[in-house]
């Protein structure tokens, strides 16, 4: 019987059980979703009412005193955005008349790590912290593995939940998408305008004296007068007796200028400095030059080369943004006066600064007044700074889709599994020759199952399973979006490379190599053989029947998410995956026992999870069938007379007959290593005898 048909029947064995099991069950209701008043009545803060609904766009405003001062929405009204599991989180949004959220509420979701794993208390937990923060600033979540940097500025970043980082993240893109439809249809000014970017090919320098004047550079001028005015009526009024001596002297005369801006860096360093500046700046960051005269230091004199200064900021639209010294000496270009002092301040490309988009440079002066106890006062003096529109381009803050973030801030992980996959294809179209030397193919295995367990299971948080397939059947019948995909891109890019390998060697490729959960049950194997276990083998007949389960399992989930989603996503819990791999068996006794007990019969019985009840393997087996070529080698005498790669074999994919089972094949190379093994493979030795190769005595 050959694999397809053997795969039919498996699967038609299974359809009556189906039939029973589906007649029982009701079909589960469509989440109707969206806002309505009973629902926007559940986050009116204390002294505020909720008005009548808006007329053109679904949310109701917030009134204090007659006046409106917020909204109320639902974020299925605005970024119905699909989750990990294909249905969209619907969140309960309030927001304040100036773009302050006032507060965010779980109403439905469907997220697999929140529904049976972790529970949806760390999900509410989570979205607490929205809870001050405002649309006008960049909210990034922080690392899965540990608390982000919180920030009071432009840039925002919250912490992320363990093992739930696409959940969150996409979460995330569902408030501030929904935040700013709203803001952009009733609060005009408060959505964050659009960015600019620098034009590069605009290239125009011009003298100093002309920088000066087109307003390229910017300037802080103070004479003593002017320092001492400011701090008139204070204890420290008259406590620079230099400035008392010489009223009209110079204090400071600070320069400063955007100098990644080809048009004003080239006027202030020339070609060959602006050259070396800009292979310094890192793609997306700014940066700030300023150059000063005078009595008073910029920098202080304490000031540690490359850290932040204590005595310059910049601020835009109200918020600070964080500079920091490149501890760059760069020459200037001709004509351009050479100053006591020069720093080039480095602008962090992830800080959300328009370089468009005015801004403002301070300087602090501080004065100390006593010696044992002293009392110190500081005094701002700040200059704007505006670029003419024609040196940038503007550009849509829209047009960067919501996922790309996330590819960034995981960009080192994605090289990494892009090198893993390069070297493990490079390998696969080579297995005659990684497999000639049998033992250091053996442990180059293992070291390959480790990379696969601890770096893309457990760290990457990469391990593939059914639940993005039956979340791929939910979107089929609701317009088949299936961008939630792309935010979680290590799993994606496992996909995309398990689902290509599929033509080219059949489900092997990700089932016996690149599978957290198989590498682990390959490791619970070694360990029994290495303990002295038993080691079972079962009957041919016994495994055939045992290999048909998987397949029922699949027909069932399947069927399930089309007739009652809720059920299929509890039977989806037959696979191991989200208790030991995505939760690292942090998690409900049964779910762990389960697991266990898993792990336990694989240390007597090869990989039985994989073999017999995986739905996912299921899948990729059919989608196997695709597979266009018999990539392991076989002779004539495969089977008659031999049959050492029959027994040898693990996975019980050989026949009798010498031919592989390719849907029940886990890519293990042991029988390749075989065939060209002349001291093993029984073709090889009996040929190498007959002549007179070998010493037969």
């Known amino acids: 019987m050959n694999t397809a048909a053997f795969i039919l029947r498996a699967l038609l064995r299974c359809v009556p059980a189906l039939l029973v099991l589906c007649g029982g069950w009701t079909a589960a209701p469509a989440a109707e979703g969206g806002l309505t008043e009973s629902l926007a009545r559940q986050l009116v803060p204390p002294g505020m009412e909720l008005g009548p609904r808006d007329r053109d766009i679904p949310a109701y405003p917030l009134v204090k005193a007659g006046r409106t001062v917020g909204y109320v929405f639902d974020s299925l009204d605005y970024a119905p955005l699909p989750g990990f599991s294909g249905t969209p989180i619907e969140l309960l949004i309030a927001i304040d008349s100036g773009g302050g959220i006032l507060d965010v509420q779980l109403v439905h979701q469907n997220e697999p790590v929140f529904v049976d794993g972790l529970g949806p208390e760390p999900f509410v937990e989570f979205l607490k912290q929205y809870r001050g923060k405002s649309i006008r600033q960049n909210i990034k979540v922080g690392s899965a593995y540990g608390a982000g940097e919180k920030g009071t500025g432009t840039n925002v970043t919250i912490d992320g939940v363990t093992k739930a980082t696409a959940s969150v993240r996409i979460a995330n893109v569902t408030i501030l998408s929904s935040a700013l439809a709203v803001a952009r249809a009733r609060m005009a000014g408060v959505a964050p305008a ?42 420290l009024a008259h406590d620079d007796p230099e400035a008392a001596a010489d009223p009209d002297g110079p204090f400071i005369d600070l320069r400063f200028a955007l100098a990644d801006v080809p048009s004003v860096g080239l006027g202030l360093l020339g070609e060959a400095g602006y050259r070396r500046f800009m292979d310094k700046l890192a793609p997306g960051d700014h940066a700030v030059a300023v150059l000063a005269d005078g009595r008073w230091s910029m920098m202080g004199e304490n000031f540690i080369p490359g850290t932040v200064p204590d005595r310059l900021a910049l601020t835009q639209g109200g918020f600070p943004v964080n500079i920091r010294d490149m501890d760059l000496d760069l020459p200037l270009a001709p004509g351009v006066p050479h100053p006591a002092e020069m720093k080039i301040l480095r602008i962090d490309g992830g800080s959300g600064f328009d370089p468009g988009t005015p801004w403002t440079l301070s300087l602090r002066v501080t004065r100390t007044h006593g010696f044992f106890y002293p009392e110190t006062e500081s005094r701002d003096f700040r200059a704007d700074y505006t670029l003419p529109a024609d040196l940038f381009t503007r550009r849509s803050t829209d047009n960067e889709p919501d996922w790309l973030p996330t590819w960034r801030s995981r960009a080192a992980e994605i090289v990494l599994l892009g090198g893993l996959l390069a070297v493990l294809t490079a390998a696969l179209l080579t297995q005659a020759r990684i497999t000639r030397r049998p033992r250091l193919f053996a442990a180059g295995r293992l070291l390959a199952l480790a990379v696969t367990l601890g770096f893309v299971g457990w760290y990457a948080q990469g391990q593939l399973s059914i639940v993005t397939l039956l979340g791929v059947v939910k979107a089929a019948g609701t317009g088949f979006d299936l961008s939630f995909l792309l935010y979680d891109p290590i799993s994606l890019i496992l996909w995309v490379f398990a689902l290509g390998t599929l033509v080219v060697w059949g489900r092997g490729t990700f089932c016996g190599w690149l599978c957290p959960f198989g590498a682990l049950q390959e490791f619970a194997a070694l360990a029994g053989r290495r303990l002295g276990l038993p080691q079972l083998r079962l009957p041919p007949r016994w495994d055939r029947a045992l ?76 989608g196997g069938l695709l597979r266009r070529w018999n990539w392991i080698p076989r002779r004539t005498e495969c089977g008659t007379p031999c049959r050492l790669c029959e027994r040898r074999c693990r996975y019980e994919a050989i026949r009798r007959d010498g031919s592989v089972v390719y849907s029940n094949c886990f890519q293990c190379l042991d029988c390749v290593a075989i065939h060209q093994d002349r001291s093993t493979c029984v073709p090889l030795v009996l040929q190498a005898r007959k002549e007179g190769k070998v010493d037969v005595r």
């Open 194 to 235: 659009q960015g600019a970017e620098v034009r590069m090919d605009v290239r125009h320098p011009l003298p100093w004296p002309d920088m000066l004047a087109a307003g390229h550079v910017g300037r802080i001028a103070l004479r003593n007068r002017d320092v001492d005015r400011a701090f008139a009526g204070s204890r």
């Open 547 to 622: 290999t048909g389960i998987k397949y029922g399992v699949l027909v069932m989930l399947v069927g399930g998410t089309l007739r009652n989603a809720a059920l299929a996503e509890v039977l989806a819990e037959v696979e191991p995956f989200k208790t030991t791999i995505t939760l690292g068996f942090q998690r409900e006794w049964p779910f762990v026992a389960y697991a266990a007990a898993l792990l336990l019969a694989g240390m007597v019985l090869f990989k039985p999870y994989c073999r017999f009840l995986c739905p996912l393997g299921a899948g990729l087996a059919l």
